[in-house]
């Protein structure tokens, strides 16, 4: 089934509002703002963001708020289970069909919570690589390159550096990286 044939769904509507910031009450919103605020004291910031989280933990806000906070902090294991939490949420959202087949190209382009859950594969794609765990990072660009076949978020370039890695090739060079797309290289 794809995602927007979902649309009627209290759900699916509902995240993809909030992936887009909506729907979230005023009380939490003002707890991520106050968060921010103190980013030089990092320790009363996440509390606010854990405060939010624990008040909002079905709205993609707060964990997208707790996830900068701890990519930007390089604390990348703390990113990382954020990242795992936003990808199961963002998964019941989208109901237990999504994914049998690829989303179609609408929606993989506009659909809020379609590009969520691939932007947050490809996040901790990303976020795997770094902390060095290539086969993790392998199994989730193959889930996204099948469900986004043109490369709309831009993970191809993830798995470019993956393989590259995988060969033993340096990263100075990035000739042959396709400016967009999957390329030629193996799922």
Request: no cysteine; net charge negative.
């Amino acid at each position: 089934m794809h995602a927007d044939s979902l649309r009627s769904a209290n759900d699916l509507a509902a995240f993809a509002d909030g992936a887009m910031g909506g729907g979230l009450s005023p009380q939490v919103s003002a707890l991520i703002a106050r968060a921010g605020e103190l980013r030089q004291q990092p320790q009363e910031a996440l509390a606010l963001l854990e405060q939010a989280q624990s008040a909002a933990p079905n709205h993609p806000a707060p964990l997208i708020a707790l996830y900068r906070f701890h990519f930007y902090g390089h604390q990348l294991v703390q990113a990382r289970a954020v990242g795992e939490d936003a990808l199961a949420i963002a998964r019941t959202a989208l109901g237990p069909d999504f994914g049998d087949e690829p989303p179609t190209d609408d929606a993989t382009r506009h659909d809020a919570a379609v590009r969520f859950y691939l932007f947050t594969l490809k996040g901790l794609a990303y976020l795997n690589m770094r902390l060095g765990a290539m086969e993790e990072a392998n199994v989730l660009l193959k889930e996204l390159r099948r469900l986004d076949p043109k490369d709309h978020v831009g993970g191809a370039v993830l798995l470019h550096v993956l393989t590259r890695h995988e060969k033993g090739e340096g990263s100075d060079a990035i000739v042959g990286y396709p400016a967009r797309g999957w390329g030629t290289v193996a799922p």
